[in-house]
Every structure is written in C-alpha cells, then in structure tokens.
Nanobody
Framework: QVQLVESGGGLVQAGGSLRLSCAAS????????MAWFRQAPGKGREFVSS????????SYRDSVKGRFTISRDNTKNTVYLQMNSLKPEDTAVYYC???????????????WGQGTQVTVSS
C-alpha cells in the first residue's frame, strides 16, 4: 500500500516556474515507478512524466520535454516535478501516481494522490 500527497501547486505567470512534490508513505515506495499526470477542465487525465525506481529511466510527454524535469529521492520517499517556462496550456490539476511499469496509461498505476492545482496566467 502506498499513500501519496502532492504539494507545490499554485498560480504563476507564463514563463515562470513551479516545483511539485509528492510525499509517499508505504514500504514499497523505493521499488515503485512514479509518475505525474494532469487533468485540465473538461479534458481527460493525461500522462506528463514518469521515473523508474532506480532513477535511471525517465519519460516525458512531448509538450513538456525540455521544460519539465522529474526526479526522486528514495531516502525521503519523495518525487518531484520541476516545471520551467510554464505556459497557460499547462494549467491543470497535477496528480502523482505510483505503479510498477513505465506506462503512460492511467490504468497502469495503482495509487494516486488527490492532486494539486497549477494555474498559469497569460
């Protein structure tokens, strides 16, 4: 069992930065694949980024490549999403998820946080 709590969301102007954090509890965190998804109003939940348990493999959706960086600290049971050069289209609720494979489908992840709102103004 893994419990996830996101933080770090907020309101930022276009071009600004935010760092999201996801604190996990549960004995298997260090072995989980961790991911970030997002959901904008009126849209489905979409994959943003994932990171393997060993931190050696990362994946990003094309629209955030070069702007977002995922990382994890297994000693702190925390995964991060550094978001730079934010755009209004990045506005969404961002969710942290834990699973066992580097998939991009939300169904592949077993555990979810409650989400944190990110709003980017133009």
């Amino acid at each position: 069992q893994v419990q996830l709590v996101e933080s770090g969301g907020g309101l930022v102007q276009a071009g600004g930065s935010l760092r999201l954090s996801c604190a996990a509890s549960g004995r298997t965190f260090s072995k989980n694949v961790m991911a970030w998804f997002r959901q904008a109003p009126g849209k489905g939940r979409e994959f943003v980024s994932s990171i393997s348990w060993s931190d050696s493999n990362t994946s990003y959706r094309d629209s955030v490549k070069g702007r977002f960086t995922i990382s994890r600290d297994n000693t702190k049971n925390t995964v991060y999403l550094q978001m730079n050069s934010l755009k209004p289209e990045d506005t969404a609720v961002y969710y942290c998820a834990a699973g066992w494979s580097m998939g991009r489908a939300s169904q592949e992840y077993d555990y979810w946080g409650q989400g944190t709102q990110v709003t980017v103004s133009s």
